[in-house]
């Protein structure tokens, strides 16, 4: 093992070796976003690191339809672009997005911006190239390796080793560590160990909605442009289900149909054939559907995916093994922080690394989910809350008024007010829990004198700034007296 | 199959034979209050009922450490026992309990009746009594037989058959059913085999608190009867941690413990020694020590248990399978409402299959869900809140003048007015979640307003009436604007 570390491009990349004091081999279960990003920052710190990942390299192999599977990038994930000291080559793969464009059935469209400061936006990145970058960056430390087609089956925590499959060979193998941090994402392998040895109490949920997704797509025009407007996330949102639009590096758009399994006149049990499939979208996205002549072939090639949300604790086992990213906290996608969030694990842990790492790694571990824990529960039922936002209240007038009157407090007074939206996708420095009780207290507020004649939106706006304020306080005020939170 | 029922106490009974025509051969998995009384009623009804219970008969065994355990039965399961006309003899297993007795640290106790109402309180009764009251009157009808020392392994939900082993022959047996109802408690092994078969998309939580319970006791003075005031939940509320005991026919009090596995000064963890479990009770709970000579003896002889919520969905599959009680819906004890709220599973199956039973089990299942799933992930979460509001709240100012007004309110209004806890607890025509968000809707009101001295408990009791209905109106109002509920 070697201490150097050959990237220098961190400014906060500490001396090499200074961690490792401490356990010095760490082996990380997955090398997806969370697992290359854990394994770049850990390759900084000058810790021995070995990642295993069940898949093939994505960088060698063509996996086609993995290539333009987007994401929403904000300011929580790239703050830990920054720690890690990547913003700029990360930056040159965003599409930046200003705001929702949302369309109606006769296809007039509206864009809703995310926020009243212009500089505030989210991005649209490819998972497969974002990805690639992490793990190229992690790969430039000698102390990283990275070993692909090998799944891990299951955890012994008591002994800190992890069961593979090698899936070239088959041959099955045993590998120990200091300790070992999963990153395998919703289906854990540890998780699962931890659920079915019963050795201690695991709290634990896995909440299906009643909807599932599926992927379509809108192929770039014949110039190589974009069929429609490229910096929005387009949204048709139609009361018990929606499509959503993020666009592509390459002139294409990934679009997401999310619908009912069984209720509803059209649902996924019953688009069984292509011209029902055709008759839906007609009548209900005409203009998405005369942007996709491939929708038939689409929607039966790609699968049909349900949209689940897991909870759990205690995350870690003593200081011998850790989950992280979505195998702690996998959230659905509808307030597009899923990556954000495990991004944001890792500053996190990075910090309490900082604070505790004499203490040993129990300490670390324990301390890490005593202060994330909150948040990520708390961005979890965020984004089910967006849920019905998106495909419902984004329509519904009163909610739009609200969000009018919050785009005039927010360009008004930019220091002064920041919406729901704005605090959990824009302020990297409050927590999702923080963001969330005061986001939906403002929330309430607006939607209650809004409802009550309190304020219009014709009211002075320093007036409305005032008021809200003023009922928002009250609101977390009343709840603190009740012992609501 | 004779479909005479021999019981007539009944005068709800139907027709013997009446429920017939659909599937006519019932297994259920688990002879616990739950199903026990599911076997008696769907008995009555004239179905051929089949029962597989795990343990022996509790009526031909003696189980002594099960003799003295009890449970709060109230007017939710008393619903219940008049459906299948056994009231009477239920009553002379009950000992009325009118309040909560509260302990203080220097043995000061002080009661809180838990309605204003005189003929609204809660009863301590017997587990095993009941339940063997309960096999006794199902086994009344010739169409339904009981099974003991058979331990259902799992089910197969596709094919409707469960596989057993028996407990004295060690064989394995496969019995087949019409469906199968599992009411075979926290861990259900029809769960379990909807949990492991993944064939639907399956939500499904388990939740452990922080603190685990063990069952002590306060045994009968030496005359025979009770060494403390009998007719009341005694409660030492001390923050932290609590002890309560709940009296038996016998004289006898069934004491328990709830304490944090390793938090604070004192801990199940740490508690190892008969000195310092002598120590902790001597410095928390001396006038309780002062009954508990066997204090020590109990102490190691009992385990330490843990305490958790589980939720799922869905419980049925098709109409083959269905969970009820505690299967699927297991709730920490708090509320004094998870016997009842089992019970009431029944109450509103039975009112589901009068409306439904034409259209088959699957739409008998999937109606029974619909209407009372609501309603058991209320109540769970009302045990959790009463757990904070038992071993904390009961002791502070503020709580203790909600709960002062409470009662006069109660006992002025006895038809305008009741408490959370009454509407829980004493109203059995209110579903539990309707009874959750008006009961905390008026907690919030009536706290708010004392904090900002709008009432106070000096005032008069038809102005705190009309405010507190008039802001608890407001309050709920608020949340049905901001889309909360």
């Known amino acids: 093992m070697n201490n150097n570390t050959k ?13 490792l004091d401490g356990a010095q081999n760490i082996l990380i279960i ?37 290539r333009s599977i987007n994401l929403a990038f904000s300011d929580r994930g790239n703050k830990a ?40 936006y989210i991005n649209s990145i490819s998972r497969g190239e974002l990805n690639g970058l992490l793990l190229t960056e992690a790969e430039k430390h000698e102390n990283v390796s990275i070993h692909f087609n090998k799944k891990c089956k299951s955890v ?10 090698d899936y070239h060979t088959k041959d099955e193998f045993i590998e120990d560590a200091d300790c070992i941090i999963a990153t395998d994402g919703a289906g854990s392998a540890l998780r699962k160990s931890y659920y079915l040895e019963k050795k201690f109490l695991f709290s634990f949920s896995q909440d299906y909605l009643t909807h599932g997704y599926k992927e379509l797509s809108i192929l770039p025009a014949e110039d190589g442009g974009y069929k429609t407007y490229k910096n929005a996330l387009h949204i048709w949102p139609r009361g018990d289900f929606m499509v959503i639009a993020l666009p592509n590096l390459d002139g294409s758009f990934t679009v997401t149909l999310f619908l009912s399994y069984d209720e509803g006149e059209y649902n996924f049990n019953n688009l069984t054939t292509p011209e029902i499939v055709t008759e839906f979208f007609q009548k209900e996205f005409p203009d998405a559907l005369e942007l996709m002549p491939n929708l038939v072939d689409d929607f039966f090639e790609n699968p049909t995916a349900p949209l689940g949300t897991v909870k759990c604790s205690p995350w870690h086992y003593k200081g011998n093994t850790l989950l992280m990213g979505d195998s702690a906290h996998a959230i659905v996608p509808f307030y597009g922080q899923g990556m954000n969030a495990s991004f944001e694990d890792v500053v996190v842990f990075d910090k309490v690394l900082n604070t505790h790492k004499e ?18 529960d708390a961005i979890a039922d965020l984004a089910i809350d967006n849920f019905h936002e998106m495909k419902d209240h984004v329509a519904n007038p009163i909610f739009q008024e609200k969000r009018k009157i919050e785009m005039a407090l927010e360009k008004n007074f930019p220091e002064g007010y920041s919406s729901k939206y704005s605090l959990v996708t824009f302020n990297e420095d409050i927590g999702y829990r923080k963001a969330m009780l005061r986001g939906r207290a403002q929330d309430k507020a607006i939607l209650n004198m809004l409802a009550d004649g309190v304020i219009s939106t014709e009211d002075d706006i320093k007036d409305i700034l005032d008021k809200v304020k003023t009922e928002t306080e009250a609101i977390l005020e009343d709840d603190r007296i009740a012992g609501l939170h």
Chains 1, 2 share one sequence.
């Open 156 to 165: 012994d925590f008591e002994k800190t080793t992890a069961l593979f499959k």
């Open 81 to 120: 672009m920054k720690l890690v000291g990547i913003e700029d080559k990360v930056k040159e793969l965003c599409i930046p997005m200003n705001g929702r464009m949302l369309h109606d059935k006769e296809g007039n469209t509206f864009l809703s911006n995310y926020s009243g400061r212009d500089y505030e």
């Open 30 to 66: 997955g090398a997806g976003l969370c697992g290359s990003l854990l394994a770049l920052r850990l390759g900084q710190r000058g810790y021995n690191v070995n990642v295993y990942e069940m898949r093939p390299d994505l960088r060698k192999t063509d996996i086609s339809a993995g």
């Open 359 to 376: 203490k040993g790694w129990e300490t670390v571990f324990s301390e890490y989910e005593r202060v994330r824990k909150p948040d990520t």
């Open 7 to 19: 990237d220098s491009n961190s400014e906060k990349v500490f001396p090499s070796g200074e961690d």
